[in-house]
């Protein structure tokens, strides 16, 4: 089944320690995302990519990086876990940058301790 | 700033009719978009304006005013099953998606 695929589920992680969660899509889509979800928030943009080889910053980048090295792989890395960092991640994907019309994965609940 | 306001939650009973409220104020605008999102699901698209006016696709529907920054989202003939949030989002004129923090709506039999 076509679609965007996240791992893991879910993620106990200490306090300063190194976590990549893993994004992967198979429908050739150019764009993807990293998203945040809190509690009383609207989504919010970690960071992009327009297409392979190429990614920008969004609204809360910091302590997060992201590489895009071919179309369907797009991991989020926290260099070093904050308790701030404890929320739900979305990868997302769209045909380009400029569709709103966006597939989400299932996301990763995270909590840093 | 750029800011999307929408109601945090609303209850409405089966079989009924909802209307849920969207308003915006963005830098430029190339689109409004409703998500659905179920409790510990991802969010999925549900519809797209772009010119003033009403879009239905079944059961649901969006209107659009952009001289108001105004939007709604009606569900007809509730069913339990459209329990969920309902995320609110316009592209501005960056083509980045701000997003409304969403409404839940609960349905009572």
């Known amino acids: 089944i076509a679609g965007i695929t996240q791992a893991p589920t879910s993620q106990i992680l200490a306090a300063g320690r190194r976590m990549t969660l893993r994004c992967t899509q198979d429908m050739r889509h150019n764009a993807m995302y990293w998203y945040r979800q809190d509690l009383g928030l609207g989504l919010r943009l970690i960071h992009y990519?327009?297409?392979?080889?190429?990614?920008g910053k969004g609204e809360v980048p910091d302590g997060y990086s992201v590489s895009r090295a071919n179309t369907d792989d797009f991991p989020l890395t926290l260099a070093s876990a904050v308790p701030s960092q404890t929320s739900v991640y979305f990868c997302a994907s769209s045909e380009t940058t400029n569709t709103g019309e966006l597939f989400f994965g299932e996301g990763s609940r995270l909590t840093v301790l | 700033g750029q800011n999307i306001d929408q109601p945090t939650e609303m209850t409405a009973t089966e079989g009924a009719i909802v209307q849920i409220n969207c308003t915006y104020q963005?830098?430029?605008?190339?689109?409004l978009f409703w998500y659905q999102q179920h409790a510990g699901e991802a969010p999925t698209f549900l519809s797209y304006n772009v010119l003033d006016g009403l879009e239905e696709k079944g059961r649901f529907s969006s209107f659009l005013s952009r001289s108001k920054g105004y939007s709604y989202l009606l569900l007809k003939e509730l069913q339990m099953k459209d329990s969920a949030s309902y995320l609110c989002a316009v592209m501005d004129s960056n083509y980045q998606l701000i997003w409304g923090a969403g409404t839940k709506l609960i349905i009572k039999p």
């Open positions: 963005t830098s430029g605008f190339n689109g």
């Open positions: 990519s327009n297409t392979a080889g190429t990614t």
